[in-house]
């Protein structure tokens, strides 16, 4: 009896690792881009940020207020320092920008991403905050 007990126990945990192995594997940062659609307005496209804190399967989501969001443009050789604002409560921040080349960065995150703007779009990063360390 106690060795079936045992062996029920042993099979339950394995089930358990597994789906806990297969749960923390699709935990990641994820940034997605989206057209808004729209025309450009006065030569430029609006660019907004969406930084969403992903606290893992328990935790669920939340957006990041108050975050700083710099942009940098790129020149043809380097990425120079153009702008910069803060996400709203909704966690989202909002640019007027000429089309080009301009890479994000989060500061309270050290997170950057590149983005060629020749129309409206949002960046959506869903940042994995247990995976930071």
Known sequence: MNRQILLALAVLVIIVMA???YEGHKY???INTIVIGGQQTDGTYTLKVNVIMNYGLFGGESPLPNAVIWIYK???TTYSFYTYNFTNTQG???F???AGQYKIL???LHLTYIVTLNQNEEVI??????NSG
């Open 106 to 108: 989060v500061t309270q």
């Open 92 to 94: 989202i921040a909002s």
């Open 28 to 30: 990641r940062t994820e």
């Open 96 to 98: 007027s920008l000429p």
């Open 125 to 130: 990063i869903k940042y994995a905050y247990l």
């Open 19 to 21: 789906i806990g192995v």
């Open 74 to 76: 790129y020149n043809g």
